[in-house]
């Protein structure tokens, strides 16, 4: 058993009643290797961003439950050395799909876990949700839960369509299962193509893809419901379509790429959403930068070379949701 204060690592709780109350959002980025995480720490501790580092289920299949667990206890010593004085790292399990997973990370130093019970019935949800919810609490480890289903593909989550959140289940749903945070589902989606062609509209102009908007009403309900509870969003990357073109114009094939408006993240991010994840934008960032920099310089094999411009392309990725879209600089 080991403690993430041990870590130096933080729970959510203070993090997410502080955004709540500041109207801004906290950035949970996902990571599975050094130069992510590295680009993570580097951007949060030069804008003073408090960050939620998330592992998911194929990230521990990826690198290694261990290790990860390890890296992320180096990214607080490397946040201090690198001048951010008092680090606000939370190490948080996204998409939990089990009592014995998420345990297995509260033993392992994880300061949040989620339990994705959200595919079964109900009442199976908060009875598996209050579980995770009674053995976290005892370490002080927050939980975050889900009602509603959501679109689209994230590692092993996956859903035909989407089921938008039931504003009147939400009191009964915290009150019985005590969780801490809850993400919900008004039309976000998992991974980089959130809506097919014919959901959206064409802007005229630039020919892009234009998705249907999110469900604000649905958000204000539930808001309405429970007055300043940390709400979550999934699935919410922008898909910036200037890595979708630089994937495409240097041998890629990402036909149709499309996520969620920025302005539309930001007007959330003020309400009581108060964690956005964003896992696909920085895909796009990292591959589009790798494609580029491979086919201007055909006879490079060094990975730290096409590794260097893909770590900046991310950290710079990062710091613009944080400064322009979540509003979460100078909060750490
Ligand atoms: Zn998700």
């Known amino acids: 058993m080991v403690s993430y204060k041990e ?14 109350a500041g109207g801004y959002a906290i950035p949970a980025f996902n990571f599975n290797n ?22 998911s289920k194929g990230a521990r299949n990826y690198a290694n439950a261990t290790l990860l667990r390890y890296m992320a206890e180096g990214a607080v010593a490397y946040a201090k050395e690198i001048g951010w004085e008092n680090p606000q790292i939370c190490l948080h399990l996204d998409h939990g799909s089990s009592f014995e997973l998420c345990k297995d990370c509260v033993d392992m130093g994880f300061s949040s876990v989620m339990i994705d019970a959200s595919s079964l019935p109900y009442e199976e949800n908060i009875a598996l949700t209050k579980k995770v919810v009674d053995y976290a609490h005892q370490y002080d480890v927050t939980v975050e839960a889900e009602l509603g289903v959501l679109a689209g593909v994230e590692d092993e989550v996956s859903a035909a369509e989407s089921h938008y959140t039931k504003p009147e289940e939400v009191i009964d749903f915290a009150t019985r299962t005590g969780c801490d945070s809850l993400a919900i589902s008004i039309g976000t989606s998992h991974g980089a193509y959130k809506f097919t062609p014919e959901q959206c509209t064409r802007d005229p102009k630039t020919g892009r893809l234009v998705p249907p908007p999110l469900a604000f009403n649905v958000l204000h309900e539930i808001e309405k419901k429970l007055p300043g509870f940390p709400i979550v969003l999934h699935g919410s990357s922008s898909v910036p379509q200037e890595y979708v073109d630089m994937c495409n114009q240097y041998g890629g094939n990402l036909p149709n790429a499309v996520g969620i408006p920025e302005e539309q993240l930001r007007e959330a991010s003020k309400s009581a959403v108060c964690k956005i994840n964003i896992d696909s934008d920085s895909r796009l960032a990292m591959t589009g930068a790798i494609r580029k920099y491979l086919a201007e310089n055909p006879s490079h094999f060094d990975p730290r070379q096409y590794l260097t411009p893909a770590r900046e392309a991310m950290k710079q990725m990062y710091i613009h949701k944080i400064v322009n879209v979540l509003g979460s600089n100078g909060k750490a």
């Open 7 to 20: 870590l130096g690592l933080v729970n959510t709780r203070e993090m997410f009643k502080k955004a709540v």
């Open 34 to 55: 050094m130069e992510q995480l590295q680009a993570i720490i580097m951007a949060a501790a030069e804008t003073k961003s408090p960050v939620i580092l998330q592992v």
